[in-house]
């Protein structure tokens, strides 16, 4: 069987009627009968019950029909489906991303890509910056909005944009926004208020990942401590931001976070500038060289596009 088959039957089952059928299908009724022959042998049940004044369809046709009509509609559909599917406009997208981008950079760029690929759909995974090494080199993942540096030993497979630089933020416990020299820092909102001194906090514990996480984005926060001669006393560790600034808002500690965290209004926390000049924080998109599909291409270009520079930072593409 075909799909010519499959057209000259839903033609005979419309028409009800061998005649007219071929005179829609521009062929002669004896190939028509052939063919519709040949779709019953191969199914192995007739479809039709032929009388010399009618043509009724069989239990079986009248099942049958709307199944065929399906199939003959999915397959009309293929052109435009493959279209799409070369153009980068259908299809499925998976994106591992850092928590610190549900703060920052991913809501517009998901944003921008839906507006312009409305037909992609999107599966998303949060995971650190070494799991989603990993989701990648695996195939679970296509891309990951992620914290460099890309490990040395998948250099050759993965690529990586840059997408966004930002200072650092320490993130407070209300109340404790006092700075040595008197000034009253803390806010009751959680919003970023005046500059403070790393060094006016050096006491308070520190609350911060493991280093295995993301150990540049560790280093970083320790070389901030190191370039004022400071040794910072470590509190709590946590995997994800969000747990971060909640250790922070429980008194238990400090935390230095990327400035998008000032996004995340939890009560009890209050983000402030420092007055120190800060190492920048960077998140990029990382993905397989190799492995480029038309959707992946669109994503890239759109990130290129929505990539921004908040105030202080500074931004390579």
């Known amino acids: 069987m075909d799909l010519r088959q499959f057209r000259y039957f839903v033609a005979v089952a419309e028409e009800r009627h061998f005649g007219r059928a071929a005179q829609r299908l521009s062929m002669t009724q004896p190939p ?25 369809l069989t239990a079986v046709g009248r099942q049958l029909l709307p199944e065929v009509r399906r199939i003959l509609a999915d397959a009309d ?12 406009e259908v299809g499925t997208l998976s994106l591992g991303f850092v928590s610190t981008a549900d703060y920052g950079i991913l809501p517009p760029l998901l944003r921008e890509f839906g507006e312009r690929y409305p037909r992609v759909r999107l599966q998303l995974l949060e995971a650190t910056s070494d799991v989603q090494v990993e989701a990648l080199m695996d195939g679970r993942i296509d891309a990951g909005l992620f914290i460099p540096p890309v490990p040395a030993r998948y250099a050759n497979e993965l690529s990586y944009l840059p997408i966004i630089r930002e200072p650092l ?17 803390d806010t009751s909102h959680g919003g970023p208020g005046a500059p403070v001194s790393l060094a006016d906090f050096a006491d308070e ?10 150990p540049a984005f560790y280093d970083i926060i320790m070389g901030c401590y190191a370039a004022l001669g400071l040794t910072p006393r470590v509190g709590q560790e946590a995997i994800q931001m969000q747990t971060i600034v909640s250790l922070v808002s429980a ?9 998008s965290l000032c996004h995340l209004r939890r009560t009890g926390v209050t983000y402030r500038a420092l007055r120190e000049t800060s190492a920048l924080i960077e998140t990029g998109l990382l993905w397989r060289t190799a492995e480029v599909t038309p959707v992946l291409e669109g994503f890239l270009e759109t990130a290129r596009g929505v990539a921004h520079t908040p105030p202080g930072a500074t931004l390579e593409t």
């Open 32 to 56: 028509l009968s052939q063919q519709i022959r040949a779709l019953e042998a191969s199914l192995g049940a007739p479809l039709f019950v032929r009388t010399n004044r009618s043509v009724e």
């Open 251 to 259: 008194g238990m500690g400090v935390a230095l976070v990327p400035q």
């Open 77 to 88: 559909a293929l052109p435009a489906l493959a279209q799409g599917l070369a153009h980068g």
């Open 169 to 185: 933020m320490l993130a407070l416990p209300a109340g404790r926004g006092s700075t040595q020299d008197g000034a009253d820092t």
């Open 205 to 214: 514990p520190l609350v911060i990942f493991p280093r295995r996480v993301a």
